[in-house]
């Protein structure tokens, strides 16, 4: 598989990253740190044979695409395993979801995945994964302490594969 996803300034990252932090040491679950997940918003998901056309179609889409704030206002859980904190679909980042879709969604034999589509998406920053029922309750706990409402810039976009990861493309915006 496929992710297009997002990443954030300096401070923002610092600040989520913290938070990551907090939770692998309040739950004891450290998958987060040892998997070194950075902070990111993923706002496309897709299967394809076509790495090198989805590379200059996103390139193509992405010229002249501005840095742009967002708001991270909760935070919420996929259950049974994942805590996440919860950014304000705002107008920027829903443009930059339809952005990217509408660069991709023509390119044949490439299969977008519906809970990534824009108005079937739930934008999130992943804080915790695998976690257990215990660790679950743990990491709500830490981010009681840690998490206040909270800004931050996005600058950079990214292309990379699934299992493995592998970082392929990225672009920083203006």
């Given at each position: 598989?496929h992710l ?11 600040r989520?990253r913290?938070m990551?932090?907090?939770?692998a ?15 990111h ?12 056309e989805v ?9 002249g ?5 967002l ?6 859980a996929f259950f ?5 904190l ?15 879709h ?5 390119i ?8 990534y589509?824009?108005?079937?998406w739930?934008?999130?920053?992943t ?5 257990s029922?215990?660790?679950m309750v ?9 998490f206040?409402m909270?800004?931050?810039k996005v600058?950079r976009?990214?292309?990379a ?14």
């Open positions: 598989m297009v996803s997002i990443y954030f300034d300096e401070k923002t990252d610092k989520i913290q990551i932090k907090a939770v040491e309040q739950s004891g679950n450290t998958y987060m740190l040892d998997a070194n997940v950075p902070p918003i993923t706002i496309a998901g897709f299967e394809t044979h076509r790495e090198c590379i200059e179609k996103l390139g193509q889409a992405l010229v695409q501005r840095q742009g704030t708001t991270w206002a909760g935070v919420g049974p395993n994942v805590l996440y919860a950014p304000v679909l705002n107008e920027y980042l829903h443009k930059l979801s339809v952005t990217v509408e660069s991709i969604i023509n044949e034999e490439t299969q977008l995945r519906r809970c589509q824009p108005f079937q739930l934008p999130h920053t804080i915790g994964k695998k976690l029922e215990e660790e743990k990491a709500f706990i830490a981010l009681q302490r840690s206040g909270f800004e931050g600058t976009i990214g292309l594969k699934t299992n493995p990861y592998e970082d392929i493309a990225s672009w920083e915006l203006l």
